[in-house]
């Protein structure tokens, strides 16, 4: 895809959605550690859209996330309102375009663009922890409230690590991870059946973004929740899928330009300080905390293993897949949910 000619495709995804307005200049305002594509778009008049280019998974999902994306940005209340960036609509829809030529297959979303005020600082004061932890459980429980009017979403957990299964079993996963297919097949295993016992059916399913790292939000003054961005990760799923990038957030360590996935931050003091205040707000159960290294099995195989090579540059999906089997699924083991319990209180069944 390196050779694709993404400003072309851009100009092709605008002239279907409307031929009257003419672009003057695409800017490439992508994150320089990812292969996905984002880009400013600014017409001749001076305004602005942002344009989202992406060629992995299913077009199907694709266009499925963001309509449920679209209509949770309108149906959250106040004071979240604003919060998410609105899709461009034709005909009621939310309008995206198929670029399909030889073996290039991308698909292209256009954006309102959304403002942002503060960014959080690198490395955290326990005030901003403990704000920080309110935010995200009222953003939850906003995100709660109107998980039962959104569309509904094919993409889950299971199916995730259905597909990864699958993929370990064609020449192309047999080739990629050679040295380690027993291992992931056991890894997912482990994972399916935890999920089983843990949440299926008992805990409830709302929006989650997954992917939190500090620059992807902003927040106002009085340091409440402004605006997210980077949608790559959003699904419908359990929402302690969210908690480990918020403990990689509050982490001691803070935020990082060059980044490992070790599963340490879920296990820090800070963390449980996030946790404490989320508590508060949005309680949380015994299974949801016992399922939290499971999400992070789940991040690790489904972000690093199968889909590394898309969401990071070469050098850098080598690294973390190297890590992930040297480190990332052996510490998984050591995680102890009952110091979590007993910080939030809560008595095990």
Sequence with gaps: MRLVDYPTIIKKAWAEFDGSVQIQIIEDISAR???????KVTFE??????????????YEQ?????????????????????????SLVRNGQVYTYRHRDGFVDAWVVFYNPIRIQLKLPRRLEEHHIQMLGRQVAKFHKACSRVSTV???????????????LD??????????????????????????????????????????????????????QNLELYSRWDYDW???????????????????????????YVIGPLMEDRFLLFLKEYHKIFPLTENEIRFLPE??????????????????????????????????????????AEIILKALDIEPA
Aim: proline letters at 2%; aromatic letters at 18%.
């Design 234 to 260: 959003f699904r419908i799923s359990y929402r302690v899928m969210d908690f480990y990038f918020f403990s990689r957030v509050v982490s001691n360590a803070g935020d990082r330009t060059v980044f490992s």
């Design 33 to 39: 550690v990812s292969t996905n594509h984002v880009f």
């Design 295 to 336: 999400a992070y099995r789940f991040f690790i195989l489904n972000y690093v293993i199968k889909y590394g090579r898309y969401f990071f540059h070469r050098t850098y999906a080598t690294k973390l897949q190297r890590e992930a089997y040297e480190t990332y699924f052996p510490s998984i083991e050591k995680f102890d």
């Design 62 to 86: 694709f266009l499925e996330d963001h309509q449920v994306i679209h209509a949770l940005a309108n149906n959250l209340l106040y004071p979240f309102e604003n919060v998410l960036a609105k």
């Design 150 to 164: 959104l569309p509904k979403s094919s993409k889950t957990l299971r199916s995730d690590i259905w597909d990864l």
């Design 45 to 58: 008049d001076g305004e602005h859209i942002i344009a989202k280019l992406s060629y992995f998974g299913k």
């Design 167 to 220: 993929l370990l079993d064609t020449e192309t996963g047999q080739f990629e991870h050679r040295l380690h297919i027993e291992e992931l097949k056991r890894q997912c295993e482990l994972f399916l059946a935890n999920r089983q016992k843990l949440v299926a059916g008992t805990v409830e399913t709302m929006p989650v973004f997954v992917d939190w790292n500090i620059g992807n939000f902003s927040v106002s």
